[in-house]
């Protein structure tokens, strides 16, 4: 009996130490961005009905969002937190004959209301659909109804403040996805429909029709903006081409810039305000020239990561998304910096890579390209002394850059999903010795380049695609490619689908002896021969929900990578894919290495791993 309980006792021990060695194999290095993002900034009513309060309607990550209001007088800032932790932000604003203000939410597509008065909040649920992600925009209508567009089944619905009825009419568009509605002072609605298939759609809300007023021609990939005039009309911008319309019935009469009475935007006194930098709000006085600037201050959760990446100094770097804010963190003082914001992109980075010296990355919107320079101070812009530097969208119309290499003749090599609406991803070369870059659309045709790696062996680039186009699209094609790139001839010379019914190839990575192995969004892991130009074999992955850009080699000549449960390695020796280790945390965004330790993302957080050592042979 006495030896039973020993050999428990020893069970027990030594379990309790290989859980303790495999937790603190993990470390939480904390949080290195809490800023929120705003999305907005209104004058609005205060507590007595006046509008004499500016608001900054902020976004945070898994938590409520919040309005910020300011007294432009005095300078005092209130902060009030939005009564739901599901909705993160907002993308719509409209005050009603109430004086009270109006949110439409994101994630869950809830219609919130602020009495100012009360400074209470209300839930008035999903008007639009329990299946909606986000309200689009927000309109308030001469009879007092507010009205809301949703994404993604661009349903319009309306919301009576009087009665506390709300009304959902359904699809504005039989297959987009964003609805923009403007309430007109004839009673209509117009609704902008967005991207790939634009149009303007005339609601009537007494005989619940609704009638497109573009013509066929006009109804291509694009963006439509409609604005309500001083004069009660309402005004449409097609873009492109840019060219500005009035409404007139049911038809579009076209105007100049110039002739739009624009709405006045401002407080009742003709004071102007604007956010700057992020950081404090400049109010100016148009007939005295006055300015004061008010520092903007709030309590915020912590922001997504998005991306993580080594540097060229030997330290890890990443981006926060919404807003976009580049961090550090230093392995050997553990000191984690927010670095700040990157200049004209307030998304996320995307993509990273180091060259040179100094750090490379693209960010969303607008897949615009950034030099950092660790050795320099910070000074964000676009000068030439700057840093980052902002060197300027990749153009070609790509918009969110996913993968980036550099090194290959020296130059900088993304791959990038394009604009919304639109299809056909593309291949952008950046020489930094030149500053030229030159895009390739339709690389692979009809899809977008979702990672990137380079087989320096034959002195080509690996390159994996997704069906996914730009945001507001639907797929054309059915299955992910694989292609092979010249980088000496900039051009494809050759393409295979990989894994049968993979829609997007998440990640890609190369060996010591020049093998390529991919990990695709139905979970499986392939190896391939450039060589032979063929898929030697094909895996099941067996953990589910791989990251983006997670496949880096790393010691021992093996891969490793990233699921959204696990950290897996692949040993290209004999194609076994092993469970290193699960996370006490979900991983949600990787993905650097740097020695033995792994370094992503999980929520707001960053995270490290240490990889085990070996286990030596029995002798």
């Not at 003082?333 to 996320?348: Q, R």
């Not at 320096?456 to 699209?473: N, P, Q, Y």
């Not at 998440?506 to 190896?527: C, H, P, Q, R, V």
């Amino acid at each position: 009996m006495r030896s039973f309980l020993i050999s428990i006792l020893v069970s027990i021990l030594f379990c309790v130490t290989l859980y303790q060695g495999i937790s603190f194999a993990f470390r939480d290095l904390g949080t290195p961005v809490k800023d929120a993002i705003c999305w907005g900034v209104y004058a609005g009513p205060g507590k007595t009905g006046v509008k004499d309060t500016i608001y900054l309607s902020f976004g945070q990550y898994k938590s409520p969002l919040f309005l910020l209001a300011l007294n432009p007088d005095t300078g005092q800032m209130r902060q009030f937190n939005g009564p739901l932790s599901s909705e993160m932000g907002s993308w719509g604003f409209t005050v009603d004959h109430e004086n009270r203000i109006y949110l439409g939410s994101y994630y869950h597509a809830h219609l919130l209301r602020f009495d100012p008065k009360t400074e209470q909040w209300d839930d008035l649920g999903q008007p639009g659909g329990e299946k909606e992600s986000f309200i689009c925009a927000l309109t308030t209508a001469p009879d007092g109804k507010i009205w809301g567009g949703t994404y993604p089944s661009t349903n319009l619905f309306s919301f009576d403040p009087k009665t506390g009825k709300s009304e959902n009419f359904g699809r504005t568009d039989p297959d987009q996805f964003y609805c923009y509605p403007t309430a007109g002072d004839d009673g209509m609605v117009y609704c902008a429909i967005q991207f790939a298939k634009r149009d303007i759609v005339l609601f009537d809300p007494e005989k619940k029709t609704r009638t497109s007023l573009l013509s066929p021609e006009d109804r291509k990939s694009g963006r439509v903006s409609l604005v309500k005039g001083k004069d009660g009309k309402i005004y449409a911008q097609l873009l492109p081409p840019g060219r500005w319309y009035r409404i007139e019935g049911a038809g579009l009469m076209e105007v100049s810039g110039k002739e739009v009475p624009f709405p006045e935007k401002g407080l009742p006194d003709g004071r102007q305000f604007s956010l700057v930098d992020d950081r404090f709000l400049r109010i100016r006085n148009p007939f005295t020239k006055e300015e004061r600037d008010f520092p903007i201050q709030y309590n915020a959760s912590g922001a997504y990561i998005f991306v993580v990446g080594l540097g060229p100094d030997g330290r890890i770097y990443g981006s926060s998304m919404l807003p976009l804010r580049l961090f550090v963190y230093d392995p050997k003082d553990g000191s984690l910096i927010n670095l700040g914001k990157v200049p004209h992109a307030n998304g996320e980075i995307y993509s990273m890579a180091p060259l040179g010296g100094k750090l490379f990355f693209c960010s969303y919107p607008g897949a615009r390209l950034s030099v950092y320079d660790p050795g320099k101070p910070l000074r964000p812009g676009s000068r030439e002394d700057a840093n980052p530097k902002d060197l300027g969208p990749l153009g070609g119309e790509q918009d969110r850059p996913r993968a980036m290499i550099a090194g290959p003749h020296e130059k900088i090599y993304i791959g990038s999903y394009p604009d919304y609406g639109l299809l056909g991803g593309g291949l952008t070369v950046y020489d930094p010795r030149r500053e030229e870059r030159r895009g390739y659309r339709h690389v692979v045709e009809n899809q977008s380049i979702a990672c990137l790696a380079y087989i320096e062996k034959l002195d080509l680039i690996g390159a994996g695609s997704s069906v996914r186009g730009g945001g507001g699209t639907r797929a054309v094609e059915k299955e992910a490619k694989l292609m092979l790139w010249d980088p000496k001839e900039e051009k494809k010379v050759f393409e295979i689908i990989p894994v049968a019914g993979a829609k997007t190839i998440l990640s890609l990575a190369t060996t010591l002896d020049g093998m390529l192995y991919g990990i695709t969004d139905n979970e499986k892991a392939f190896a391939f021969d450039p060589e032979k130009r063929e898929v030697i074999k094909v895996m099941d992955l067996e953990f589910k929900e791989p990251a983006e850009i997670s496949l880096l080699p790393g010691p021992e000549g093996k891969l490793y990578g990233l699921s959204k449960e696990a950290i897996f390695s692949i040993d290209p020796a004999n194609h076994q894919i092993s469970l290193l280790a699960k996370p006490p945390v979900p991983i949600d965004e990787g993905m650097a290495i740097l020695g033995r330790k792994i370094y992503f993302g999980s929520g707001s957080n960053l995270w490290e791993f240490e990889i085990p050592l070996p286990s030596k042979p029995s002798e």
